[in-house]
């Protein structure tokens, strides 16, 4: 059974290496071209997380019932390049959104479906398995479509901020 440590020693090495890249598009293209689905590290973190949700270790804490749940795995650390990681399980329900936030410093997210067709609304749209890296100052509500998935994201400074107010057209 995959345990929090294990999540966190796979992902020591990966935040080593963007540790001093900028979220935005451009890294968005280049996580998923270089760690997308099929290579080992996005494999290897998509099991982890899962088995983790599964196990009740990750995504465990309801914040708008069952079909919203997550969970601080990590706080930023000098081991983590001062990263924190979090885990956030979310099932679509009809004109369901998550809580509006805005990511102060960028994030990098992976996209983990557990059903096929699940997608992950952000900044740029809907996306599957994969990675998103949100740019600093983006802000969005997560939704959902097309059943489960797990977003595990990881964000610089563990800076997340759910204080903004969504405009009027959000």
Known sequence: ????????????????????????AELE???????????????????IIADGVAAGWAANVEVDGPNY???????PSEELSYFSITAVY?????????QYHQHPYGELNLV?????????????GW???????????????PEVKGGALIALFYLPAGRISYDITPPADA
């Open 29 to 47: 293209s280049w996580l998923n071209r270089t760690h997308g689905p099929g290579s080992p590290l996005h494999d290897d973190l998509a099991r």
């Open 90 to 98: 979310m099932n679509s329900v009809p004109g369901y959104r998550g």
């Open 1 to 24: 059974m995959s345990s929090s440590r294990e999540l966190i020693e796979r992902s020591i090495p990966f935040l080593e290496e963007v540790k001093n890249r900028t979220a935005g």
């Open 69 to 75: 749940r997550r969970s601080r795995i990590a706080d």
């Open 127 to 141: 996306s599957g398995a994969g990675w998103t890296a949100p740019e600093p100052g983006s802000h969005h509500y």
């Open 112 to 124: 983990v479906p557990l059903d096929p067709d699940a997608r992950l609304a952000g900044p740029r």
